[in-house]
T-cell receptor, first 112, second 115 residues
């Protein structure tokens, strides 16, 4: 049972434009959400996170939005750069559990 | 560089064999997590250790086991290997068992191929 879902396996965006990656979850006990970026032959790298008490968190070009009522979060990258091309994983955590639940990832390609 | 190291980077073995994957967490991190990523899948949580003790179990097969040593490095043992065990195995570490910010920091992974 996939509790965190990323329904778009891939996304292509022109350099300089906005990239929007989406993630849905089913478990209402999740209280913390994270985005990881993964390059080939490397481990996932932590990018940005958001607590369930917030609806937005911003870090430079990266912004994560959380809509608890819809059980949906999104990652916005503005402006997109070719170096952003990677697989992005959404992950969620519940207070009583220590592990992260991951989505299946979205492969972002930023076209120069 | 996350500060988490994993060895070996690649491992090729045959069905029925047993292998050991090794992980050293970031300096100061007490928790170690093991994840499995099969082809085109998300990362699946296997097991967590905190300061030498098992804290949580996920979808870990009985053929698999892990331990964390006094120096905090961890080993994942996979036995009676099957073709379906071929995957990327990631280790991650974090500071606290019940951190308010549960970011985990991942190693580069071990790619296991079972022939």
């Amino acid at each position: 049972d996939q509790q965190v879902k990323q329904n778009s396996p891939s996304l292509s965006v022109q350099e300089g434009r906005i990239s929007i990656l989406n993630c849905d979850y089913t478990n209402s006990m999740f209280d913390y959400f994270l985005w990881y970026k993964k390059y080939p032959a490397e481990g996932p790298t932590f990018l940005i996170s958001i607590s369930s008490i917030k609806d937005k968190n911003e870090d430079g070009r990266f912004t994560v939005f959380l809509n608890k009522s819809a059980k949906h979060l999104s990652l916005h990258i503005v402006p997109s750069q070719p170096g952003d091309s990677a697989v992005y994983f959404c992950a969620a955590s519940a207070r009583e559990a220590n592990n992260l639940f991951f989505g299946t990832g979205t492969r972002l390609t930023v076209i120069p | 560089d996350s500060g988490v190291t994993q060895t070996p980077k690649h491992l090729i073995t045959a069905t029925g064999q047993r292998v050991t994957l090794r992980c050293s967490p970031r300096s100061g991190d007490l928790s170690v997590y093991w994840y499995q990523q099969s082809l085109d899948q998300g990362l699946q949580f296997l097991i967590q250790y905190y300061n030498g003790e098992e804290r949580a179990k996920g979808n870990i097969l009985e053929r698999f086991s892990a331990q964390q040593f006094p120096d905090l490095h961890s080993e994942l043992n996979l036995s009676s290997l099957e073709l379906g065990d071929s995957a990327l195995y990631f280790c991650a570490s974090s500071v606290r068992r019940d951190s308010k910010s549960p970011e985990q920091f991942f190693g580069p992974g071990t790619r296991l191929t079972v022939l």
